[in-house]
């Protein structure tokens, strides 16, 4: 008899976690790294959210909730998706989940049969592949370049739909590229899906961090008919600095869809910690100045951190117009050495700028790109400032 059963078989664990758990290992060992690997703001959950736990705390809200979330928690998320997209969804067609991660596993588990497909656009999120594997599906990467600003094209959309597609994963912006679409890009995309047989996953993770006075737009906005294919995946984890609370949501129009991932829920994890719901509904509910107050401040660091990246030599870059990321190319440093050892690809280079530097990446060829780093410039300015200056000098050493 096998220990394991087969459907682990080719699951990873997710990479970036590890990482951020080797600059912790040597944090704690005394080492001064500066880390530009982090997936979370570096800010702290606002007190008036923290406050709104306490208060449940104190009031004893501390039993099971209904598998799908409290009412008061999905009426919330429908009502701020009324507000900021101008889509109306019943708050029925609203169910939490343990941040929008299991939002997304529910998803992938309820619709996927085996050998099914999913499209998704690369550069990705890392845990994409390995949730849609979970689930017996096939991945089908459709290849992005920094030249087209890591977007797809319809043309390309067009291409990749076979008769087995059943799944289109939208990010935007999106993590690790920061690209994001513009709705006339979106409606071009949605042109193409508008009569096809396929759910749009569209992962809005970032939709309240975007940057250059762009705002968010929906895809599920272009028609009724994409309305009806579009499951929105949303948190409060980025917007409101929450992401160890693991609160997050799922709206689609398909009512059997939504019972199902209902039903997965209170059959696996049951509803959301009582407590963070409460937390998450001040959020969604209360003013939203502090989401402003803390975009302004990522957008002035990615301008800050833009500036040195740009006088690194041999380092291309794409300007990130949302999230907190930056993915930049630095395989001109490939094939280079340093005492003999030689930088093969992105891990080897992350290794060798953690040991040589003390700075953390986290390498590209996890997220579908070998020729890339990612560089998360959620850290504060002069963080950013003598992180980046360590990683010119590192990269100067290399022969
Ligand atoms: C693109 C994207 N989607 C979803 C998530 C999941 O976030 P959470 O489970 O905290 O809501 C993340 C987290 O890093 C992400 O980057």
Known sequence: MKDIAVRMTGVPASETLSI?????????????????????????????????????????????????????????????????????????????????????????????????????????????????????????????TLKEQFKITPQKLKKAISKRTKIFILNSPSNPTGAFYDPAELEALAEVLEDQNIWILSDDAYAGIVFDGKTFWSIAKYSKKIFQKTFILGTVSKSYAMTGWRVGFVLGPQ??????????????????????QRAALKALTASQDTVKAMVKEFELRRNVALKVISEIPGVRFFTPQGAFYIFADFSSYYGKKYRGQNIKGSIALCEYLLNTGHVALMPGVYFGDDHYLRLSFSLDIQKIETGLERLAQSLKQLE
Do not use: C
């Open 20 to 144: 951020a758990a080797k600059v912790q290992e040597l944090k704690k060992q005394g080492k001064d790294v500066i880390s530009f690997t982090v997936g979370e703001p570096d800010f702290d959950t606002p007190s008036h959210i923290k406050a709104a736990a306490v208060e449940a705390i104190e009031q004893g809200f501390t039993k099971y909730t209904p598998g799908a979330g409290i009412p008061e928690l999905r009426k919330a998320v429908s009502e701020r998706i009324e507000q900021d997209y101008g889509l109306h969804y019943d708050w029925h067609q609203a169910v939490v989940t343990n941040g929008s991660k299991q939002g997304i596993y529910n998803f992938f588990q309820v619709v996927l049969n085996p050998g099914d497909e999913v499209i998704i656009p690369s550069p990705y999120w890392v845990s994409y592949p390995a949730m849609v594997r979970l689930a017996q599906g096939k991945p089908i990467f459709l290849k992005t």
């Open 255 to 276: 009512p059997k869809i939504m019972e199902a991932i209902e039903v997965i829920q209170s059959q696996s994890t049951s509803g959301v910690n009582s407590i963070a």
